[in-house]
């Protein structure tokens, strides 16, 4: 992983496009993460590797399980 400065980044952008090509590049501006540089090989991979908007499955577990435990309190709070 190689890690440049916004300025750097700025300066010798032909130089970071050659860099993504090998590694991710991250870019720092005042010390934090403000971007990425990735190959387009590396971003399609990316983009196909994830799933589908929607809840997360541990949230709709938990919901259920409250739901079960406390649907009767839910019900009297919304009358």
Do not use: C
């Not at 130089?15 to 090509?21: D, N, P, T």
């Not at 720092?28 to 990316?46: Q, T």
């Amino acid at each position: 992983m190689s890690e440049v400065t916004a300025t750097d980044a700025k300066n010798r952008f032909g130089q970071m496009l050659e860099m993504a090509q090998r590694e991710p590049v991250h870019i720092k501006k005042n010390g934090r993460d403000v971007g990425v540089l990735v190959s387009p090989e590396e971003f399609v991979r990316l983009r196909e590797g994830q799933t589908p908007p929607g809840p997360n499955p541990l949230v709709m577990a938990a919901h259920a399980r409250s739901i079960k435990r406390w649907g009767k309190v839910y019900e009297a709070l919304a009358k």
